[in-house]
Structures are given as C-alpha cells and as structure tokens.
Nanobody
Framework: QPQLAESGGGSVQPGGSLKLSCAVS????????IGWFRQAPGKEREVVGC????????KYADSVNGRFTISRDNAEKKVYLQMNSLKPEDTAVYYC????????????????????WGQGTQVTVSS
C-alpha cells in the first residue's frame, strides 16, 4: 500500500524558512514524479511545484518561484520542499502527491492527475 507522509510544518514569522519532508513507502519512487500542493482555508488546493522522477527537472507556481525549492533523494525515498522568505499568504496545509511519470517535466499536473497523497502538514506564517 503506497503511503506518503509529510513532516516539518509549523509556525514561523514572515521572512522565515521551513523545510518540509515527504517520506514515501510502498512505491518505486524513481518511477514517480512528485508534486507539492497547498490548501488555505476556504480556498481550492493549488499546486506549489513539482519534480520529475529523476530530480532533473522542476517547475514552480509563480507565487513561490525563487523562494521555494523542491529536491528529492530517491535512495532515501524522500522529497523535500525548502521554503524561504515566507509570507503570510503562504499559510496553508501542504501536501505531497505522487504520479507515475518518468518523463521530463514541462509543467505541473493538476490535483486530479496525482494518484497518491499524504495527509498534509500545517504551515502558518504570522508575526
């Protein structure tokens, strides 16, 4: 049974940093691309960014480009989301998701195109 588990969320002041982790089990991770998503209260789930199965390509939403970085360690079966220069509008529950894909990424797929999801981790940015 594939499982994804996010960790690393918490509360941080504006301008601060957090690093989220997504631990993956039950999947051959090197055959899956990973997306990071977030959902704020009263809003739809939106893509933050994504990384190809090999880690050679990444894409980001305009709202986080230049501040967030996705990386992965297939040997450790983990994917990371480094978040810098955090803003109050980054406050949300953050999710990682997996879909089978071994191609280079040119854009991030939508919510419905990911097969497996984690339970989410809360990130709160507030002074």
């Amino acid at each position: 049974q594939p499982q994804l588990a996010e960790s690393g969320g918490g509360s941080v002041q504006p301008g601060g940093s957090l690093k989220l982790s997504c631990a993956v089990s039950g999947l051959a991770l090197d055959n899956y691309s990973i997306g990071w998503f977030r959902q704020a209260p009263g809003k739809e789930r939106e893509v933050v960014g994504c990384i190809s199965n090999s880690g050679s390509s990444t894409k980001y939403a305009d709202s986080v480009n230049g501040r967030f970085t996705i990386s992965r360690d297939n040997a450790e079966k983990k994917v990371y989301l480094q978040m810098n220069s955090l803003k109050p509008e980054d406050t949300a529950v953050y999710y990682c998701a997996a879909r089978p894909d071994v191609l280079r990424i040119y854009y991030c797929r939508g919510v419905s195109e990911y097969d497996y999801w984690g339970q989410g981790t809360q990130v709160t940015v507030s002074s």
